[in-house]
């Protein structure tokens, strides 16, 4: 069973959040700030955070800071509940390692499915999605990924990569030489059919991923301008 961190300051919503997930048999953790989400998030273990951008003792953005530096070696998906719909602030949330973000007012059904979405494929970084196959491991003496652990290690360091980061890694490595388009990499990493986003939450992604496998003697992603992205050969 799933726990949900529900971070949400108006409590009529939050209860109806609250209400909705109990249905659907997760166990919901109800926090109305930041210093009481902090109190629950440390005393219980998390499956996923549903985390309001504007509270009354800061932003969810901090938030969001805060648990990517408590974690060690397990990343929490975080998906971002918020009233502003401006591209700057949802593309904020995707630069801090935020899963997905959903503006006020929303379908029930439609946060419901994301949450499904994300959880599945937490738990299975390796089998979901459309191209699925198993590769090996990739290991060229500085980048070093662990299909089977979802574990990547980059100049001897183990680096904290997201799930959709990892999804994005496997996409391409499992593809190496060819290229990936926007199109096609927008459907395998994010359900066409529920979770809407477009290539500038892609971009942010793969920007993000760069940070963290790559260096000046060390380029693993290419991008086709106006087209996509390949792995190099």
Request: glycine share 8%; with cysteine.
């Amino acid at each position: 069973m799933h726990t949900i961190l529900v971070i949400e300051d108006d409590r009529e919503l939050s209860q109806g959040i609250c209400y909705a997930l109990k249905k659907e048999a997760y166990v919901s953790l109800p926090a109305y700030s930041l210093k009481g989400a902090e109190n629950a998030f440390s005393q219980n273990r998390v499956d996923l955070i549903l985390l309001d951008v504007n509270l009354p003792d800061g932003e969810g953005f901090s938030f969001c800071q805060w648990v990517r530096a408590q974690e060690n070696g397990e990343t929490i998906p975080v998906l971002f509940l918020t009233a502003r719909d401006l591209e700057e602030d949802a593309l904020r949330g995707y630069e801090l390692g935020g899963d997905d973000y959903i503006t006020k007012p929303f379908s029930m059904k439609i946060l419901l499915k994301k949450i499904d979405v994300i959880l599945k494929r937490t738990q299975n970084p390796v089998e979901t999605g459309a191209s699925c196959a198993k590769g090996p491991d990739f290991d060229d003496g500085f980048l070093r990924v662990d299909f089977d652990k979802a574990k990547v290690e980059a100049g001897g360091e183990e680096r904290s990569i997201t799930p959709t980061e990892f999804r994005l890694l496997r996409e391409l490595v499992e593809h190496k030489g060819k290229l990936l388009t926007y199109s096609i990499l927008l459907e395998r990493l994010w359900d066409s059919a529920g979770q809407f986003v477009d290539k500038h939450a892609l971009a942010v992604n793969v920007n993000r991923l760069r940070g963290k496998i790559e260096d000046q003697d060390h380029k693993y992603i290419s991008n086709v301008y106006g087209m996509g992205y390949q792995w190099l050969d």
